[in-house]
């Protein structure tokens, strides 16, 4: 190990355009959890942390992903956002119990329930999390940017 090393650490990983969209794209989905949250009186509540709101996404939304892959079927995102908000109400009703287990369980059951008998009707409601065309959004406006800013990468490619 070099002696800068020693001293310094491991030098901080550099920041790719990747990891800003994923920032943005995280304030926006938990922003908008939030929002809808305050306008129909459900969760999320202060029970469920930002983090776990963006952990919840993730993990609904890549099970829910792949198995439309294997119908060979495509859920649109707006039709995502509500079963995870469906899910976040199973994370408070659950709160108390071992969070994983439970929750895992549920969510495998409605994974296998949709394989075997496609999507639920009360899934295919289109539920946006915020307005794309908002411009007085400062993340939906880094938003555009980071887009802008990939398509121009692609392009020089």
Avoid: W
């Avoid at 190990?1 to 989905?29: C, W, Y």
């Avoid at 942390?49 to 963006?54: E, F, L, S, W």
């Avoid at 295919?124 to 940017?145: A, G, I, S, T």
Wanted: net charge positive; aromatic share 8%.
């Amino acid at each position: 190990m070099s002696l800068l090393k020693k001293l310094f650490g491991e030098a901080p990983k550099q920041r790719t355009m990747l990891d800003d969209v994923q920032e943005v794209s995280n304030k926006l989905i938990v922003k908008g959890y939030r929002r809808i949250a305050a306008q129909l009186g459900c969760a999320p509540t202060a029970k469920t942390t930002d983090q776990k709101i963006v952990e919840i996404y993730s993990r609904v939304g890549t099970a829910f992903q792949q198995a439309a892959e294997q119908r060979g079927e495509h859920i649109p995102a707006l039709y995502l956002n509500t079963i995870v908000l469906k899910f976040i109400k199973v994370h408070e009703m659950f709160y108390e119990s071992p969070f994983p287990q439970r929750f895992q369980e549920h969510l495998q059951y409605e994974v296998n329930k949709y394989l075997a008998e496609g999507l639920r009707p009360d899934y295919k409601q289109e539920l946006p999390l915020f307005d794309p065309d908002d411009p007085n959004d400062p993340e939906v406006k880094r938003l555009k940017e980071l887009q802008r800013l990939t398509r121009e990468k692609l392009s020089q490619r």
